[in-house]
């Protein structure tokens, strides 16, 4: 069973920037791609980003790419989304999560196994 917590969420004014990171436990990270996801009340839940186990692959949603930049640390067991020059429309709830597919990024929520509790992400004009 893995865990995984969120930090980094807070309130930021459009074009400045924010780090989320998320540590996981309770099983062998590096057997896991990590993925990002974001929701808003009265919305689907919304792939942002996602990193292969590796780090090799990476793949971005269209409205973050060039914007945010995802990373990991295997050492430290810690996925990282950095997020910059953000909008309002960023505003959600973000959400880390672990998929067993370890080689091929997946934008699909229904490929992960594991889910973190979130982090509130505020962008105010």
């Known amino acids: 069973q893995v865990q995984l917590v969120e930090s980094g969420g807070g309130l930021a004014q459009a074009g400045a920037s924010l780090r989320l990171s998320c540590v996981a436990s309770?099983?062998?990270?590096?057997?896991?791609?990590m993925g990002w996801f974001r929701q808003s009340p009265g919305k689907e839940r919304e792939f942002v980003a996602v990193?292969?186990?590796?780090?090799?692959?990476?793949d971005y949603a269209d409205s973050v790419k060039g914007r945010f930049t995802v990373s990991r640390d295997n050492a430290k067991n810690t996925v990282f989304l950095q997020m910059n020059n953000l909008k309002p429309e960023d505003t959600a709830v973000y959400y880390c999560?672990?998929?067993?597919?370890?080689?091929?990024?997946?934008?699909?929520?229904?490929?992960?196994?594991?889910w973190g509790q979130g982090t509130q992400v505020t962008v105010s004009s």
């Open positions: 999560a672990a998929d067993p597919n370890r080689w091929v990024p997946m934008r699909t929520p229904l490929e992960y196994d594991y």
């Open positions: 309770g099983g062998t990270f590096r057997n896991y791609a």
């Open positions: 990193i292969n186990w590796s780090g090799g692959s990476t």
